[in-house]
């Protein structure tokens, strides 16, 4: 299994972002996933989230407009970040599980993890 993230980089105060997840070995039709970040310093926190059964989930600080998506015929997961914050800055994974009925918010759940892609955000 691998998931390569994508879509990071150095972005401004208020500009949106869309970070990819694509995947190999692995159906995000079906399965469960999610998004987690890690802040400089800081532990692993989960961001948003597709349930096994096609519901979308985000954590508090993400609601309002962000999103979660999936396009099954791509085989690839999309999380859109509008209004970025410098405290967006993090390095953000896609994580996956083929066992996991419904969803998790713990980080620890998840059986697939990316590599990560780096998002910068400057003031």
């Known amino acids: 299994v691998q998931l390569v993230e994508s879509g990071g980089g150095l972005v401004q105060t208020g500009e949106s972002l869309t970070l990819s997840c694509t995947a190999s070995g692995f159906v995000f039709d079906g399965n469960a996933m999610i998004w987690v970040r890690q802040a400089p310093g800081k532990e692993r926190e989960a961001v948003a989230g597709?349930?096994?059964?096609?519901?979308?989930h985000y954590a508090y600080f993400m609601k309002g407009g962000n999103t979660v998506s999936s396009d099954n015929a791509k085989n690839t997961t999309f999380l859109q970040i509008h209004n970025v914050k410098p405290e967006d800055t993090a390095v953000y994974y896609c994580?996956?599980?083929?066992?996991?009925?419904?969803?998790?918010?713990?980080?620890?759940?998840?059986?697939?993890w990316g590599q990560g892609t780096q998002v910068t955000v400057s003031s």
């Open positions: 597709i349930g096994s059964d096609g519901s979308p």
């Open positions: 994580q996956g599980d083929t066992v996991m009925n419904g969803f998790s918010w713990y980080v620890g759940a998840w059986t697939y």
